[in-house]
């Protein structure tokens, strides 16, 4: 049973005919008073409600009706109800702990999956996670964090929510991704990776959106967006974290409406995705210092997966080398080498800050060079590995990254783009970390 609370007869009656038309069955109330009296006699599977009951638009009576519905019925999810230019109301409700938030005039094939999407997770929390059918699209490990992260996304990616990957670089966020997007319902339609950090400004709409022939000086024949290539499939957005506030507006709008218009052409299309978004920048912290919109960030964090770091997750690094040793003999035609007992033990001990693709590159360096057994020698004798400190000799890991850093940079004579090549890591982690620990 979903309730629907708004004072508009009308928003009311056509919210209940849409949703019984879609077989749902419904509930109804005009006035907090008339909902909380209903919040208490009877469970819901969602509500829905608005945020303004009286003249004042300040959306105060929506909060509180929203924080006592919390306090009667905590684990049904509620949608807010508002309009396009109020959005900062619906952020101030997702902080009170409402699930999620559409603007008027909605789009009724949107809202439809939204109501879909809160009742189909919120069954899922208690499900126990079936085994033999997730397809883990190569994801190597069997540590508890790792199976952890596994299990929420077999839970979540039937469903159409909206999920942030969080991880440093080289942790496998894409494959995440991936992963998702596989064990979904989207998965016979297009999975398509846009990495919004190498988008430029100038471009973003054209790459995003598509253009017409003709649209702008260079436009000699019209150009499908990714978000129309992605129809019907998952758009995985990586580097969110790099994307300027005036491309952020232009993206929220997409996302909150499923709708864009191509450069050149006025006539607005409609686009059926499922977005997944990730990034190594700590976006709460954007907000808080206004580099990235706080109601784009509510609207892309419906779920948040945490992608643990190698240094995090040591048990699985022999099933990595492993892995990487055959794949990268197979790839090179070289016969299968075997790995030392001191070569092992010693992959087990560095703090990768490059993480998974700095081991990768590390073994298939070693297979290269190694012979039949790869020795310790074959990975010490690196660029950038001898001044990766032992994790255990003390000192935190910010000390550990902060002096691996400061080395790498000495070596390299301050050129960013060979440190970044020691490291293991995209020249753009590395100013990142450069800024965090005061290097630049």
Same mark, same amino acid.
């Given at each position: 049973?979903?309730?629907?609370?708004?004072?508009?007869?009308?928003?009311?009656?056509?919210? +209940? /005919?849409?949703?019984?038309?879609?077989?749902?069955?419904?509930?109804?109330?005009?006035?907090?008073?008339?909902?909380?009296?209903?919040?208490?006699?009877?469970?819901?599977?969602?509500?829905?409600?608005?945020?303004?009951?009286?003249?004042?638009?300040? +959306?105060?009576?929506?909060?509180?009706? =929203?924080?006592? &519905?919390?306090?009667?019925?905590?684990?049904?999810?509620?949608?807010?109800?508002?309009?396009? +230019?109020?959005?900062?109301?619906? &952020?101030?409700?997702?902080?009170?702990?409402?699930?999620?938030?559409?603007?008027?005039?909605?789009?009724?094939?949107? =809202? /439809?999956?939204? @109501?879909?999407?809160? $009742?189909?997770?919120?069954?899922?929390?208690?499900?126990?996670?079936?085994?033999?059918?997730?397809?883990?699209?190569?994801? *190597?490990?069997?540590?508890?964090?790792?199976?952890?992260? $596994?299990?929420?996304?077999?839970?979540?990616?039937? #469903?159409?929510?909206?999920?942030?990957?969080? %991880?440093?670089?080289?942790?496998?966020?894409?494959?995440?991704?991936?992963?998702?997007?596989?064990?979904?319902?989207?998965?016979?339609?297009?999975?398509?990776?846009?990495?919004?950090?190498?988008?430029?400004?100038?471009?973003?709409?054209?790459?995003?959106?598509?253009?017409?022939?003709?649209?702008?000086?260079?436009?000699?024949?019209?150009?499908?967006?990714?978000?129309?290539?992605?129809?019907?499939?998952?758009?995985? /957005?990586?580097?969110? +974290?790099?994307?300027?506030?005036?491309?952020?507006?232009?993206?929220?709008?997409?996302?909150?409406?499923?709708?864009?218009?191509?450069?050149?052409?006025?006539?607005?299309?409609?686009?059926?995705?499922?977005?997944?978004?990730?990034?190594?920048?700590?976006?709460?912290?954007?907000?808080?210092?206004? #580099?990235?919109?706080?109601?784009?960030?509510?609207? *892309?964090?419906?779920?948040?997966?945490?992608?643990?770091? $190698?240094?995090?997750?040591?048990?699985? @690094?022999?099933?990595?080398?492993?892995?990487?040793?055959?794949?990268?003999?197979?790839?090179?035609?070289?016969? $299968?080498?075997?790995?030392?007992?001191?070569?092992?033990?010693?992959?087990?001990?560095?703090?990768?800050?490059?993480?998974?693709?700095?081991?990768?590159?590390?073994?298939?360096?070693?297979?290269?060079?190694?012979?039949?057994?790869?020795?310790?020698?074959?990975?010490?004798?690196?660029?950038?590995?001898?001044?990766?400190?032992?994790?255990?000799? %003390?000192? #935190?890991?910010?000390?550990?990254?902060?002096?691996?850093?400061?080395?790498?940079?000495?070596?390299?004579?301050?050129?960013?783009?060979?440190?970044?090549?020691?490291? %293991?890591?995209?020249?753009?982690? =590395?100013?990142?970390?450069?800024?965090?620990?005061? =290097?630049?």
């Amino acid at each position: 049973m979903i309730l629907i609370v708004d004072d508009d007869d009308t928003v009311r009656m056509s919210l +209940g /005919l849409l949703l019984k038309r879609a077989g749902y069955a419904t509930d109804v109330a005009a006035d907090p008073g008339e909902a909380l009296d209903k919040v208490r006699s009877r469970g819901y599977d969602l509500v829905i409600m608005d945020m303004n009951y009286s003249r004042a638009t300040t +959306g105060e009576e929506g909060i509180a009706l =929203l924080r006592k &519905v919390r306090i009667f019925q905590p684990d049904t999810p509620v949608i807010l109800i508002t309009a396009w +230019g109020s959005i900062e109301l619906a &952020v101030e409700g997702m902080k009170a702990g409402a699930y999620d938030f559409i603007t008027k005039p909605w789009t009724n094939r949107v =809202l /439809l999956q939204r @109501i879909e999407t809160a $009742l189909s997770l919120n069954s899922r929390q208690d499900l126990p996670v079936c085994n033999g059918t997730f397809d883990r699209c190569g994801i *190597i490990g069997n540590d508890k964090a790792l199976v952890e992260l $596994l299990s929420t996304v077999e839970r979540i990616a039937p #469903t159409d929510a909206p999920v942030l990957i969080l %991880g440093e670089n080289g942790t496998g966020k894409e494959m995440i991704a991936n992963a998702i997007h596989a064990n979904s319902r989207r998965k016979e339609n297009p999975f398509v990776m846009v990495n919004l950090g190498g988008i430029a400004q100038s471009l973003f709409e054209s790459e995003m959106f598509g253009h017409t022939k003709g649209a702008f000086t260079g436009a000699v024949a019209a150009r499908k967006g990714r978000f129309e290539l992605a129809d019907k499939g998952t758009i995985f /957005l990586d580097e969110i +974290g790099d994307l300027d506030m005036s491309c952020q507006v232009k993206l929220l709008r997409v996302l909150q409406q499923h709708t864009f218009e191509p450069l050149g052409e006025s006539r607005t299309r409609k686009v059926d995705i499922r977005v997944v978004c990730a990034t190594n920048a700590d976006l709460a912290a954007m907000v808080g210092d206004r #580099t990235f919109r706080e109601d784009l960030f509510y609207r *892309i964090n419906l779920i948040t997966l945490h992608v643990p770091a $190698l240094r995090e997750r040591r048990g699985d @690094i022999p099933l990595l080398v492993r892995h990487f040793i055959s794949a990268s003999a197979e790839a090179n035609g070289l016969r $299968l080498p075997e790995i030392s007992a001191d070569a092992m033990e010693y992959l087990t001990r560095l703090p990768y800050s490059g993480n998974i693709r700095q081991l990768r590159n590390m073994v298939e360096r070693a297979v290269l060079i190694g012979g039949d057994v790869l020795q310790k020698e074959a990975f010490a004798s690196q660029p950038g590995v001898e001044m990766q400190p032992d994790v255990r000799k %003390g000192g #935190t890991l910010g000390q550990t990254e902060r002096s691996v850093i400061e080395d790498a940079l000495a070596k390299a004579d301050g050129n960013l783009a060979q440190a970044s090549r020691i490291l %293991g890591i995209t020249r753009q982690t =590395l100013y990142r970390r450069m800024e965090k620990y005061g =290097l630049k």
